[in-house]
């Protein structure tokens, strides 16, 4: 291959290895699911899970930086970073990159969200020290050359695109804007036309010097694999790109937050030509870090999140206003949402609109039943273990609860505090949540008259 830039030389480590800090987090049975967590000198923090039934295992590393870090002139660059880390590095082009994981049949990807950037990959356990090796020398070891970021400047415009050519999607995007407004929060992931064209290489490296220190890093990995060998990998392809400057830093604490401002009582009309009109209702949420954040996903899943919860059954089941009807919750350090998301025709949204406010009202003052509190925590404790049946969900649990709450909990202790949500505490959250003036987003094809009713549904 072509060199693509001076090849970054190893350091010396002796002093980085003398003070690595272990410790075991989870004690699971027979060593299944035992968490461990080894912090490096540098600040790197590496968390692992071990299954010795499974063949495969996941790596990942996240970044301690998303959308909200952004100020508005870079709005988009935390996504636009992501893309490039997968253009090239000292040691390999593009093709190398995809190509070493393609050749063992392993999957990679990366996702950016509000908070946090995630890089990973799922090989078979076998290749999970070349799975290693290829995501660390991207994040250490990116080039973010101009012709790069000239190139995928392209594909991130036709992602934008893609995104604004799905309602169902874009209607979220526009939820947080009518919620957060210009603040970070809502402002899009993807950046938009005019910041993502604006973007230089020049700011993007400085962003991502910023951003990618090892401080700023967590380590997960996820699997049949043995907790030391990922350490000593994952140290060497940190010494090796010189990553660990100083010895002496510390891993950064978890986001606290700056106490968001969020709206009430707003409504975003974005009129588009669709063949349905796409709803959101909502209004300010919990914090992930909320200690009613159990209570308030028992209540989520009982109004919306199933065909037997009283949104599916009342706008679908029972009138057939809409085939997609969900309540869903975001977290965020110091804020959340709590939404409600309709797709129907434009005749009908002023009664779906009607059926959910109705809903969320009788909730909000007479709380739910025994019988669907008692459903809902049961289909929230099955759904939770189900969805953790893969390597690359255990990857992501302790990468996310080491970054955004710096402590692990053990699937059991989470299904405790499921199964320990009383009919008061969900009836509580439901007053308080539910009880405020709700916000509203639509997309759609609506006409005059029907826009200038939908003040009506946050009255």
């Known amino acids: 291959m072509t060199s693509r830039g001076s090849k970054v030389t190893a350091r010396s480590s002796s002093e980085a290895r003398a003070v690595a800090r272990t410790q075991t987090l989870i004690k699971g049975t027979a060593g299944i699911g035992t968490v461990r967590k080894t912090t490096l000198p540098g600040g790197l923090r590496i968390v692992t899970e071990t299954l010795p039934s499974v063949r495969s295992a996941t790596f990942g590393i996240w970044a301690h930086v998303g959308s909200r870090d952004e100020t508005p002139a870079l709005n988009g660059a935390t996504h636009y970073l992501e893309h490039l880390l997968f253009k090239g590095t000292h040691q390999r082009s593009a093709l190398d990159i995809s190509a070493a994981l393609d050749a063992v049949g392993g999957e990679m990807n990366a996702f950016t969200a509000k908070e946090y950037t995630c890089y990973y990959a799922r090989v078979l356990d076998t290749d999970l020290p070349l799975a290693i090796d290829v995501v660390c020398d991207m994040l250490t070891g990116s080039l973010i050359l101009e012709e790069d970021v000239n190139v995928e400047r392209g594909a991130i415009l036709e992602e934008i695109a893609m995104t604004e050519d799905d309602p169902g999607d874009c209607v979220h995007d526009l939820f947080a804007h009518t919620m957060f407004g210009n603040n970070a929060l809502g ?51 940190f010494e090796k790109a010189g990553a660990f400057k100083n010895t002496d830093a510390q891993p950064i604490a978890p986001r606290d937050g700056s106490r968001t401002i969020r709206t009430s009582g707003k409504v975003e009309l974005l009129s588009r030509k669709t063949e349905q009109a796409h709803v959101v209702l909502g209004m300010p949420g919990l914090a992930r870090t909320d200690d009613r954040r159990w209570a308030m996903g028992v209540l989520n899943t009982a109004l919306g999140g199933g065909m037997s919860s009283r949104l599916f059954q009342e706008v679908r089941e029972k009138r057939g206003l809409a085939y997609s009807v969900y309540s869903y919750t975001s977290g965020f350090a110091d804020c959340g949402l709590f939404g409600v998301y309709a797709g129907c025709r434009p005749s009908q949204v002023h009664d779906v609109l009607r059926i959910c406010r109705d809903e969320l009202d009788h909730v909000a003052q007479n709380g739910l039943s025994d019988d669907e509190i008692a459903r809902a925590i049961g289909q929230l404790r099955g759904s939770t273990v189900l969805g953790l049946e893969d390597t690359g969900a255990l990857m992501n649990r302790i990468g996310k609860s080491e970054l955004c709450w710096g402590e692990q909990m053990s699937v059991d202790d989470m299904l405790a505090e499921i199964a320990a949500v009383t009919p008061d505490e969900v009836r509580a959250v439901a007053r308080d949540i539910l009880g405020q003036r709700p916000s509203l987003s639509v997309i759609g094809p609506l006409k005059d008259k029907q826009a200038s009713r939908l003040h009506g549904a946050v009255a």
């Open 187 to 237: 402002r899009p992931v993807l950046g938009t036309v005019d910041t993502v064209n604006a973007l230089t290489a020049d700011r993007i490296r400085r962003f991502y010097k910023k951003h990618y220190d090892p401080t700023h890093l967590v380590v997960a990995c996820a699997g049949n694999i043995d907790h030391n060998k990922v350490v000593r990998q994952v140290r060497a392809a």
